[in-house]
């Protein structure tokens, strides 16, 4: 029987592995070296609250006077430490409240913040994501799986309150399957509460700077905030028990 003889496909050569986990983990790299050079530079020694304090009447001005620029680079710069994982969350979103107001202010922080939360979703799915999904044992497939069916009420709770790190709930997803879409979502209206809530001490730092006083960085764990919040999460969660229960009548009527 005459015919073309059977290729066989060549193994990439070491070099070519090598190039690809390197351009595969390129975005990580990139975002690792932000947040190295972060604190190589000592730039995280200019931003506190010592800096806004004395600088507050300059920044005021500024922004008055060039509004759409202002919006603009904070909605980048609080993209762009999300993004690096930067230390810098609650004094920018304090930041926002004091020079657009609670409402602007914190609508541009929940914008910002659920850019960087995507790229960094997307730069730990590039990397690692299918990688650590096809080595994972049977405990986190399950995991995965229990993730994925209920990935929005989930993802809701671990933003609505915060019981990890942001940057950590910012991972942890691209390594669980979560699709995009869903993962938008849920940091987009999960951080909104909390956010408001640190915006709207922003917007009154006027007064604390200028009685000499520090803002109350703890209250959203006060019990008459962190309260209503909890509640939301708790609400969340009722559709995951409602799914439960129902699979679990459905399989006794089913025996």
């Known amino acids: ?16 592995v090598k190039k690809s986990v390197f351009k595969r983990l390129l975005p990580l790299l990139i975002l690792g070296a932000g947040l190295a050079a972060f604190f190589g530079l000592g730039l995280n020694d200019y931003v506190s609250l010592d800096t806004l304090r004395d600088n ?7 922004v008055a006077a060039n509004l759409a620029l202002a919006v603009g680079i904070y909605v980048l710069a609080y993209a762009l430490s999300t993004a690096f994982s930067l230390p ?47 080595k994972a044992g049977g405990a ?3 995991m995965e799986e ?19 790190p942001f940057f950590v709930v910012n991972l942890a997803p691209a390594f669980l399957g979560v699709p995009l879409r869903t993962y938008v979502a849920a940091t987009f209206i999960g951080i909104i509460p909390g956010t408001f809530v640190y915006a709207s001490v922003g917007n009154g730092l006027g007064a604390i700077f200028a009685a000499g006083q520090e803002p109350d ?14 509640a939301l999460a708790a609400l969340s969660l009722v559709p995951v028990f409602y799914k439960k229960i129902k699979a679990r009548s ?3 009527a089913g025996a």
Do not use: H
């Open 88 to 134: 810098t969350g609650a004094l920018l979103t304090l930041t926002g409240g004091f020079l657009f107001g609670t409402w602007l202010g914190g609508f541009l922080t929940v914008i910002g913040a659920t850019i960087g939360a995507s790229v960094v979703f997307l730069a730990a799915k590039t990397a690692l994501g299918d990688v650590l999904r096809a």
């Open 146 to 164: 229990g993730f994925r069916e209920n990935a929005f009420n989930y993802l809701l709770v671990l933003r609505l309150v915060p019981l990890f």
């Open 1 to 16: 029987m005459s015919g073309a003889p059977e290729t066989i496909p060549e193994e990439p050569s070491a070099p070519q």
């Open 217 to 230: 960085l703890g209250i959203i764990f006060k019990p008459e905030v962190l309260g209503p919040i909890v």
């Open 56 to 62: 507050r009447e300059a920044l005021g001005a500024w």
């Open 250 to 252: 459905a399989g006794k």
């Open 140 to 142: 986190i497939r399950k």
